[in-house]
């Protein structure tokens, strides 16, 4: 009998999963609407720009 675990269900054993707060961009923009409209585009602070966050099933390892 095997004794590897199982895959995650959640990231399906990458450890990741698209960031929540920038949809896995890694980016967010804001609408300023002073004097004109303006649109900025930073770094997602929630995943540093990656787009990912650990998976908070496994905790990043893959397996359940």
Known sequence: MSQEKAVCSRCHGTGSIPCPACGGS???????????????????????????????????SGKK
């Open 26 to 60: 890694g980016k967010l923009q804001n609408l300023r609407e002073h004097v004109e409209k303006e649109k900025r585009v930073q770094s997602c602070a929630a995943c540093h720009g990656s787009g990912k966050k650990t998976c908070g099933v496994c905790g990043g």
